[in-house]
């Protein structure tokens, strides 16, 4: 996907499902709209052991998470503005029916990692996510050049000792505290899709 714009979906922008990889480049994921019932609303998603390349792009007004790296995703995100993460909420299931087991509501985070991801992040610029700028947890990858600016947190590092981020002119800042290391926050992954 190049030079394309995806303005004004409803509960995810783009998506990236089992059997998958893509590349989106020059693009823009913009406005996306919660659920119904006010749940998600994400920019971008991978998960489910796929590849994801987002470069050159911006991804603008989103709720819950802008951009999600979930389920043994591998990504690359480089020259990436995420600007403007509003909180939402999002669901854990269980059950192969897929029974809302918790909600989690007032969750607004630029990048969210977890469940054995793994990321690159290359110049990247994260403004105005309403929780976490990049909220990692149990993840593997590498921060580079990351400008990232939580109304909380600017990072949150939770049971991710694989994760590269100390060198490399990262700045981060939240209102709370610019990094958070030992958290327990709950991380949203991307909604179930259903079966074709």
């Known amino acids: 996907m ?3 714009a995806v303005t004004g979906n409803a509960e995810l922008g783009v998506v990236i499902r089992t059997g ?20 998600y609303g994400v920019g971008v998603a991978c998960s489910a052991s796929q590849a994801m390349t987002l470069s050159n792009s911006v991804v603008n007004s989103s709720r ?12 690359l995100l480089e020259q ?10 999002f669901y854990t299931y269980e059950g192969e029916t897929l029974n809302i087991k ?27 996510a309403a ?3 990049v909220v990692i947890d149990s993840c593997d990858g590498t921060l580079e050049r990351v400008r990232a600016e939580g109304l909380r947190f600017g990072l949150v590092m939770q049971s991710s000792p694989g994760v590269s981020w100390t060198e490399g002119a990262n700045e981060f800042r ?23």
């Open 80 to 89: 990436l503005l995420i600007d403007g993460v509003a909180p939402g909420s």
């Open 131 to 133: 929780r976490g700028a």
């Open 20 to 39: 998958d990889e893509l590349t989106i480049r020059e693009s823009l994921v913009a406005d996306t709209l919660a659920a119904g019932d006010g749940s």
């Open 174 to 196: 939240g209102g709370d505290k610019d990094i958070l290391s030992d958290g327990m926050l709950p991380v949203p992954g991307p909604p179930p899709m259903p079966e074709d």
């Open 64 to 75: 819950t998470a802008g951009v999600i790296v979930a389920n043994g995703c591998a990504a």
């Open 2 to 4: 190049r030079g394309s």
């Open 102 to 128: 918790e909600t989690y509501d007032g969750i607004g985070d630029g990048i969210a990692m977890n469940d054995k991801a793994s990321a690159t992040l290359r110049d990247v610029l994260v403004r105005q």
